[in-house]
């Protein structure tokens, strides 16, 4: 028989409430680890950037310091915008809440959208959603 003094089983064992604490400890943790990854969505599929060298780029956004710039550009439909990438070993990618314009991630490059139809499309980057942007397309 194991007797307990203040918390703490004489014989060097946990007391049953300790067991019970570390229990509820751990259940806690894996729930925490299991919301983490529920807010992790799958990206959706890519969509091919155009050759902005055979459109009407009116509007160039830079990637760069975990923003965009400037956060809201305004095209006309059939005009395109540009995102230049220039982050350094940081990753971002240009995600249209609509879906209707998705880039690869990438440190360097860039990626040109053609807006056909008016209206706004907010967009942000998957990997930093707090990094965000408008295009206001009339």
Known sequence: ????????????????????????AVALLAVAAL????????????VPSADAASVDVAATVTVKDMTF????????????VTWIFDDG??????????????????????YTHV??????????CSPHPRMVGVVVVE
Request: overall charge neutral; some cysteine; charged content about 15%.
């Open 35 to 46: 919301l983490v990854l529920s807010g992790c969505s799958s990206k959706p599929d890519v």
């Open 69 to 80: 710039t400037p956060a809201t550009v305004t095209v006309k439909p059939g005009q395109a």
């Open 89 to 110: 070993v940081v990753e971002h990618d240009v995600v249209a809440a609509d879906g209707s314009f998705v880039s690869e991630l990438m440190t360097q490059g860039s």
């Open 115 to 124: 807006f056909t139809e008016a209206g706004t499309v907010n967009y942000s």
């Open 1 to 24: 028989m194991v007797h307990t003094h203040a918390g703490f089983a004489v014989a060097g064992r946990p007391t049953r409430t300790r067991r019970s604490a570390v229990a509820l």
